[in-house]
Nanobody, 125 residues
Framework: VRLVESGGGLVQAGGSLRLSCAASGLTFSNYNMGWFRQAPGEEREFVAAVTWSGSNTNYADSVKGRFTISRENAQNTLYLQMSSLKSEDTAVYYC???????????????????WGQGTQVTVSS
């Protein structure tokens, strides 16, 4: 299984970025998917998740109303649209795949089976 993130970079506060995660080696449409992030010296934290069909989503309170998670199963790709970025959004962002069952998008690290290598997002104030 391979998850490859892209789209990170340097952006000014208030700006936008769109992250992508290309998945291979798994039946993408069978997996719930999520984004996590980790800032220097901090624990890896949940950002957003989406169920296998795209019908249900889940967001951390810190990003609600600013970030949107989506997926394109035909392209085996997960997205994270980030808007109104703040300096505290600076982190390495990771894509993750979860085989957990249920209609609620998972949010805990242990629920995810596969992880990407991450992409750096830096927001300058």
């Amino acid at each position: 299984v391979r998850l490859v993130e892209s789209g990170g970079g340097l952006v000014q506060a208030g700006g936008s970025l769109r992250l992508s995660c290309a998945a291979s080696g798994l039946t993408f449409s069978n997996y719930n998917m999520g984004w996590f992030r980790q800032a220097p010296g901090e624990e890896r934290e949940f950002v957003a998740a989406v169920t296998w069909s795209g019908s249900n989503t889940n967001y951390a309170d810190s990003v609600k109303g600013r970030f949107t998670i989506s997926r394109e199963n035909a392209q085996n790709t997960l997205y994270l649209q980030m808007s109104s970025l703040k300096s505290e959004d600076t982190a390495v962002y990771y894509c993750a795949a979860s085989s957990s069952a249920g209609r609620i998008a998972p949010s805990r690290r242990w629920e995810f089976d596969y992880w990407g290598q991450g992409t750096q997002v830096t927001v300058s104030s």
